[in-house]
């Protein structure tokens, strides 16, 4: 079920429109605030970069000697500043509570569409020392539920490598459901072909998780259903078996 943030309250079913219009000062979760991409982080943003350099180069394409620099940073930050502000996407940067200087990651709200779709991508990326300890997870849920309940968005689709295995964990912690895989595509990086995993989430099922959280979505129950009727006539034929040998 999906890792609801704490105070987020039920997400309503949304509007066709957005409801407000640039990025919220900052998210909290209990662990985490997420703040606004902004010049004023470009240190922060440049040292992790710098500390991640080597761990991210497998699944990411291939950066130029200038993107680890002050000034693309600068440059970086500024535009995706003017995006939020335009609507298009949200980007904001990972700190812990005790640590608010330091940036562990970031998370972005990509290729916002508007109109009958109410769509975007879901991107993230994770400091190499701060895995495996929820972050990101924590993370994802509460910007899918800014998505759902403040940007008015209905669906939110996170394209991830298979081989990525913690970050298609992440995903499914969060409460998204695996649809399949995406188109081929080149990583200059790395040189080889693959395909991308493709995940997502409505903002309809978003909202009946939080209003009955008791309730499993229609694919656990059917895979549900599927084990419990096979173990019960697993069950039948021993039984029957039994009671034929003893015959």
Not at 43 to 68: I, S
Request: proline letters at 6%; hydrophobic letters at 40%.
């Amino acid at each position: 079920m999906p890792a609801f943030p704490e105070g987020s309250g039920t997400p309503a079913l949304l509007s066709a429109e957005p409801k407000v219009k640039g990025a919220r000062e900052m998210i909290e979760t209990k662990r985490l605030l997420l703040k606004p991409a902004s010049p004023l982080l470009v240190q922060e943003v440049l040292d992790y970069y710098l500390r991640n350099r080597d761990f991210l180069r497998p699944f990411e394409p291939e950066r130029a000697p200038e993107f680890y620099t002050p000034e693309h940073q600068t440059d970086s930050l500024r535009q995706q500043g003017e995006a939020a502000q335009k609507g298009e996407s949200f980007c904001y940067y990972l700190s812990l509570r005790e640590q608010p200087e330091q940036v562990l990651g970031s998370i972005a709200l990509n290729n916002i569409v508007r109109g009958c779709f109410q769509s975007c991508f879901l991107g993230y990326r994770l400091d190499e020392k701060n895995q495996r300890k929820g972050y990101m997870t924590e993370a994802v849920a509460a910007v899918t539920d800014y998505a759902f309940r403040e940007l008015g968005l209905h669906r939110i689709e996170g394209n991830v490598m298979p081989r990525n295995q913690a970050s298609l964990r992440v995903l499914e912690k969060a409460g998204y459901r695996e649809e399949g895989l995406a188109s081929l595509m080149k990583l200059p990086s790395c040189g080889e072909l693959i395909f991308y995993s493709q995940s997502g989430f409505r903002s309809d099922l978003w909202s009946a998780a939080a209003r009955y959280p008791s309730v499993k979505p229609v694919c656990d129950l059917f895979m549900t259903g599927v084990l419990s009727g096979t173990l019960i006539i697993l069950f039948i034929f021993v039984a029957f078996s039994a009671l034929h040998g003893c015959l």
